[in-house]
Structure formats: structure tokens, C-alpha cells
């Protein structure tokens, strides 16, 4: 099968909950400044910081599918359960915002990017075990260092957020800014690939 569908399917289930994330934030009660800062300023940190997961996993996603060349039932279901996990990010980043990042709701926003970070991993060797020793994606990725140290990162954040909650948000922002480096390796295969 192609993954045309796939792709566009995804895109729109992302989209979505963008979209649901947003229309969350609080509007402030007042009409100063004053009020913007003391009424809205967790949902929109709270809201930043999910609002660039989900364009961090379309942006990988988008280049992952660049490569894959067929998917089948196996890669369909690994994708569904990425979406699931990601669909759940409306309700941990409303939670996280709406308690001012209290200890449990921030111990559940990372264990919601720890499982998207498992799921994204599934998906990615469902895609291998579709292709076979030759995937174009497998060879794309090589190491994975980021793949690997970010699961890692998220318990640290998880173990933190026990000591102080604004420890783990730290600790998952710092993992949102190493994936915001723009990571070109599939980029640089495509490119390899042309140039051969």
C-alpha cells in the first residue's frame, strides 16, 4: 500500500489537536495586561510547549514517510497508537495548565511524552520489520541518538517532577529544544540517494 493515506490521515489528526489545545487557553477576565499575565500566561507556557511536540512529531513524521515506501496493517495500527498518544496532549496540557503544574498532572504530561516518544519508536520499527533488512528508513536514521536519550530524559523528568514540578517541565523543555535542532539525516540520505 502506499502511504499517502497514512500521511493525510495523520496530518489531519494532528491538525485537530492542535487546534483543540488552543481553543483550551483561557481567555483573561480583565482587559489589562495585568490581567493577560495573571489569568494566562501557565496555559500558554503550558500550550508552547505541546503546541512544539506536535509540530516536532508532524515534522519527523513528514520526513519518516519521505522514505517509507509501502506500509501494511502492521505500520497502519503502530501509526494509530502514535496518534493515540498524541491525541491525549489536550487533556495533560489542560490538566498541567489548570492546576499550575501541581506534582500529579505533571508527572502524567510526561508520562504522555514518554509514550509518544514508545510509540513513535514502534512505529519506526514496524516500518523496518514491513521493509526488511534494505529499509531506506533504517538506513536513514543510523544511531538514533536523539530517538534513544529522549525516553531516557523523560523518566529523569518523571523522577523530578516528585522533587518539584518545575524541575521536570525544565527537563522536558530541554528535550523539545534538542529535537528542535534541525536534524537533517533524512534530508542528507534523499540527497545521497539522488547524487548516486
Known amino acids: 500500500m502506499r502511504t499517502s493515506r497514512l500521511e493525510a490521515f495523520s496530518d489531519g489528526v494532528l491538525a485537530i489537536i492542535i487546534t ?6 483561557q481567555v483573561p477576565h480583565g482587559s489589562h495586561l495585568s490581567d493577560l499575565l495573571k489569568d494566562s500566561v501557565n496555559g500558554f507556557v ?22 517509507v515506501e509501502r506500509v501494511n496493517g502492521l505500520v497502519l495500527w503502530a501509526n494509530l497508537h502514535l496518534l493515540f498518544w498524541l491525541s491525549l496532549f489536550p487533556f495533560t ?19 504522555n511524552l514518554l509514550c509518544a516518544a514508545i510509540a513513535y519508536f514502534a512505529l519506526e520499527q514496524a516500518i523496518f520489520r514491513t521493509e526488511g533488512a534494505g529499509s531506506r528508513l533504517r538506513r536513514a536514521l543510523g544511531a538514533d541518538l536523539k530517538g534513544k536519550i529522549s525516553p531516557v530524559l ?3 523528568g ?12 525544565l527537563v522536558y ?11 537533517r539525516r533524512v534530508e542528507r540520505f534523499l540527497a545521497e540517494q539522488e547524487e548516486a
Do not use: K, Q
Not at 20 to 25: A, F, H
Not at 93 to 111: D, M, N, Q
Not at 158 to 169: D, E, Q, R, T
Open 154 to 156: 523523560y523518566c529523569t
Open 173 to 183: 523543555t530541554v528535550v523539545a529544544i534538542i529535537w528542535l535542532v534541525p536534524d
Open 158 to 169: 518523571i523522577g523530578l517532577a516528585f522533587v518539584a514540578s518545575w524541575l521536570a517541565m
Open 20 to 25: 483543540i489545545m488552543v481553543l483550551e487557553l
Open 93 to 111: 496540557t489542560a490538566w498541567i495548565e489548570g492546576t499550575s503544574f501541581a506534582r500529579a498532572p505533571t508527572v502524567l504530561y510526561g508520562v
Open 46 to 67: 503550558s500550550y508552547l510547549l505541546s503546541f512544539v511536540y506536535i509540530g516536532i512529531y508532524w515534522s519527523n513524521h513528514h520526513h519518516m514517510f519521505h522514505v
